[in-house]
């Protein structure tokens, strides 16, 4: 992850080193598409909608961050992820907020640094 975009994240609070999901979706031989998914607490105030109705459901729509590398992000209510979720105990700061990224990395660096995705 570039430096540039690691920290804005650290200035929202994320905990980098512990996503709540990881995992490789994608290989494309020198090139693996990871997926790497965060919850912060927050508010939504605007953008673009992170979801697209279609003809065969909703489908989850990435904004490119950057091209090399490739990283994309969608940011949406944490009540529309598919998976677990943790548990908000107080809303009084917000609502909990899906960080969903998709990543770019090349297949050496991640058996090196990523050994179980």
């Known amino acids: 992850m570039p430096s540039w975009f690691a920290s804005e994240l ?5 905990d980098i080193p512990n996503p709540a999901d990881l995992y490789r979706f994608e290989t494309n ?5 990871i997926r790497i ?3 912060i607490v927050g508010k939504i105030q ?4 992170a979801w697209s109705e279609g003809d ?7 904004r490119t961050i950057q091209e090399k590398p490739y990283i994309s992000l969608a940011v949406y ?3 529309h992820y598919y998976g ?12 909990l907020i899906c960080l969903d990224m998709r990543l770019m990395v090349n297949n050496e660096f991640q058996h090196t640094h990523l050994t179980n995705a």
């Open 29 to 33: 031989g020198k090139y693996s598409s």
């Open 10 to 14: 650290k200035r929202i609070l994320v």
């Open 84 to 95: 677990d979720v943790p548990i908000l105990n107080d809303n009084k700061a917000g609502e």
């Open 77 to 79: 209510s944490a009540t």
């Open 37 to 39: 998914v965060y919850f």
């Open 46 to 49: 605007s953008g673009p909608n």
């Open 56 to 62: 065969s459901g909703n489908t989850l729509m990435y």
